[in-house]
């Protein structure tokens, strides 16, 4: 029904930046929130930010001052400004969001994730 599509991922040094993406498509109906989490190796899925429909934006405090989360409505897309990269933020990220869509049953609201991204941050 909808399907998550990341990119930006790289391998970077310590210090410098990196822009994530995910785009959004499929039979949305409206979009409640998008949000990126990411998962280190050996790690559980974390949270990193959210940015939702008319609420104030959040952030986990590791990331808070470095990364920045955006939203472009009109094409569905979620971007995550990452800046002043550690190595500890290394990991897969993931893009999630909370949709209403339009099934032929009618307009649920849903979860959905993309299939990730991988930053590696070099010391």
């Known amino acids: 029904q909808v399907q998550l599509v990341e990119s930006g991922g790289g391998l970077v040094q310590a210090g410098e930046s990196l822009r994530l993406s995910c785009a959004a498509s499929?039979?949305?109906?409206?979009?409640?929130?998008m949000a990126w989490y990411r998962q280190a190796p050996g790690k559980r899925r974390e949270w990193v930010a959210t940015?939702?429909?008319?609420?104030?934006?959040t952030y986990t405090d590791s990331v808070k001052g470095r990364f920045t989360i955006s939203r472009d409505a009109a094409k569905n897309t979620v971007y995550l400004q990452m800046d002043s990269l550690k190595p500890e933020d290394t990991g897969v990220y993931y893009c999630?969001?909370?949709?209403?869509?339009?099934?032929?049953?009618?307009?649920?609201?849903?979860?959905?994730w993309g299939e990730g991204t991988l930053v590696i941050v070099s010391s």
């Open positions: 940015v939702p429909n008319g609420e104030a934006i």
């Open positions: 499929g039979n949305i109906f409206s979009t409640n929130a």
């Open positions: 999630n969001a909370l949709m209403r869509v339009v099934t032929p049953h009618g307009i649920n609201g849903m979860e959905f």
